[in-house]
């Protein structure tokens, strides 16, 4: 009964009370969409970070001299070879072209005699892993002239992204520490407002945890809608940027992979921690005093 | 139902921390049996309220013992506290009423600590308080909407309506008229003829005429004539 009360009583003091729990919805909405946007920032980097850290190519370079049949031939290899996912044939013309398009300076070319770059495969390995197996197999063919594995580069990369993920891991903690004791301020604030209810209730003998439940419920609940809120002002505004972003970023090193929302997980995640930290506030906003 | 010895308690000095506390209650020793009606009387000050407050644990004495009901209050818990309250019910002087809760809220809200299911039974007993206390069809309506004596009455029958087996009142006919406190006295009275032990702390001769009991005078903190009003 008193369990079925507590839920009622939690849910009329709500309505009682909803200017200032507005208040306190509001500023848990506001600092929650920072985390919201802080997160989906962090989870499309580190999305970009981890394609860039799990991408294995590498790029065959033929020799001048390698005929028609020994491109066949190893077009065919490469059809066959299971560590490879996918590869593309760039003609020395190709080549040429791509040069051209990618503002390379004419003059330059004008110097030489023909057409100075190699035909090549550009292979996207199955996993980084097999880079150096297949470093070393495909550069044991005749009509190849060298191989180029990034592994090297690649590897000074995770350096970064590991010194990255620890900046933003310290930042994202900077971040939710700061949500939390804004919610758990605003939350003690809202039910320091009510000394007189809470008078009256150990007045008439309320037993100390029902209140504390009462206003744990309460916050859990302001928590929660303000976690909402900031869900959807988040989402509305990842909606409404977003091409705008993908076409910015489109230029910069991460080329054009599309911007994600935030996973379902995430999102729960953060109105249950907008409730759970709300309830805390509003749990510990009563002391155990006997008066 | 209440023994009271050796109770002093001193106010803390606002002035300074050159000016010593002032007193409020000097060795006070008071019994109150079981169904008894005690009138505490005296003037403004004397420290009738805070002997209240301290009955109903509210206030912790600097010296002596309270024991109420069997227990001694000083040295219970917060949660046994509540408990031994919720068989009691006290009227303060402030009356202790948030502004923004209904009629029925406040006078249901003991019933529901207590237990009582949300059912037409806890409906009846609210509104037959409110009957009893001439505030019929006040249910819906907001404290902050009442006059204070409505509210005056609105915190007796939250104190009577789980039918307690001791009533603390102080001063609860404050802000009341002649006539209500007619009314008031005769439901005090009714409540201490059913068996319930009663305390009262007044200042109002009118109240003091109409009720019948144990008077204890209290001045500057001392109890200074106890016997049959």
């Known amino acids: 009964m008193k369990l079925r009360y ?49 991408q294995g190519r590498l790029t065959i370079y033929l020799r001048d001299s390698a005929g028609p049949a020994a491109i066949v031939h190893l077009k065919r290899r490469l059809e066959q070879d299971r560590q490879v996912a996918a590869f593309t044939y760039i003609s020395k013309e190709d080549a040429l072209q791509l040069f051209r398009h990618g503002g390379g300076e004419a003059s330059l070319l004008a110097e030489l005699d023909g057409n100075p770059f190699p ?18 197999r495909y550069a044991r063919f005749a009509a190849v002239e060298e191989v180029q594995d990034p592994s090297p580069w690649q590897e000074g990369w995770d350096g970064m992204f590991g010194q990255l993920s620890m900046v933003g891991m310290t930042v994202g903690s900077l971040v939710a520490a700061i949500a939390a004791a804004v919610i758990v301020a605003a939350a003690r604030l809202h039910f320091r407002l009510r000394q007189a209810e809470v008078r009256m209730m150990r007045l008439v003998g309320a037993p100390p945890l029902w209140i504390r439940s009462l206003f744990g419920l309460e916050g859990a609940a302001l928590g929660m809608t303000g976690g909402g809120l900031a869900l959807a002002a988040v989402l509305g505004l990842f909606a409404l940027l977003r091409e705008r972003i993908e076409a910015h970023l489109a230029a910069g090193p991460f080329g054009d992979q599309p911007l994600e929302v935030l996973p379902v997980e995430m999102m729960v995640g953060v109105v249950l921690a907008g409730g759970f930290v709300g309830g805390l506030g509003g749990f510990f906003s009563v002391g155990w005093r006997r008066s | 139902m209440i023994q009271l ?77 509540a408990a031994l309250r919720r068989r009691m019910g006290f009227i303060p002087q402030d009356l202790a009423l948030p502004p923004d ?92 003829v059913a068996g319930t032990t009663v305390v009262v702390a007044t200042r109002h001769c009118g109240l003091l005429a109409r009720m019948s009991g144990r008077m204890a005078i209290i001045q500057r903190g001392q109890v200074i004539e106890d016997g049959a009003a």
């Open chain 2, 101 to 192: 809760r209904t009629v029925f809220d406040q006078v249901a809200f003991p019933l529901r600590m207590a237990g009582l299911p949300q059912c037409n039974d806890l409906s009846g007993r609210v509104r037959q308080i409110l009957r009893r206390v001439r505030l019929d069809g006040y249910d819906c309506r907001t404290i902050s909407s009442l006059a204070d004596g409505e509210r005056q009455r609105v915190a007796i029958a939250r104190a009577l309506v789980h039918h307690p087996i001791l009533l603390l009142a102080d001063d609860p006919t404050h802000y009341l008229d002649d006539a209500a406190v007619d009314e008031i006295a005769s439901l005090l009275n009714e409540v201490h």
């Open chain 1, 119 to 136: 035909a090549a495969f550009e292979v996207e390995a199955v996993d980084r892993s097999a880079l150096t197996e297949l470093t070393r």
């Open chain 1, 6 to 54: 507590l839920l009622a009583a939690a849910a009329d003091d709500l309505w009682i009370y909803k200017k200032s729990g507005g208040v306190v919805v509001l500023c848990n909405g506001l600092v929650l969409f920072l985390v919201g946007l802080f997160l989906l920032a962090g989870y499309n980097t580190d999305r970009r970070f981890d394609r860039l850290r799990q």
């Open chain 2, 5 to 81: 010895t050796q109770i002093s308690k001193r106010h803390s000095s606002q002035a300074g921390l050159s000016t010593p506390p002032l007193p409020a209650l000097s060795g006070i020793n008071l019994k109150v049996e079981k169904g008894e009606c005690v009138l505490l009387a005296g003037p403004g000050g004397a420290g009738k309220s805070t002997l209240l407050k301290i009955i109903w644990g509210e206030v912790s004495p600097d010296e002596g013992e309270v024991v109420v009901d069997g227990k001694n209050v000083a040295h219970l818990s917060a949660s046994a506290l």
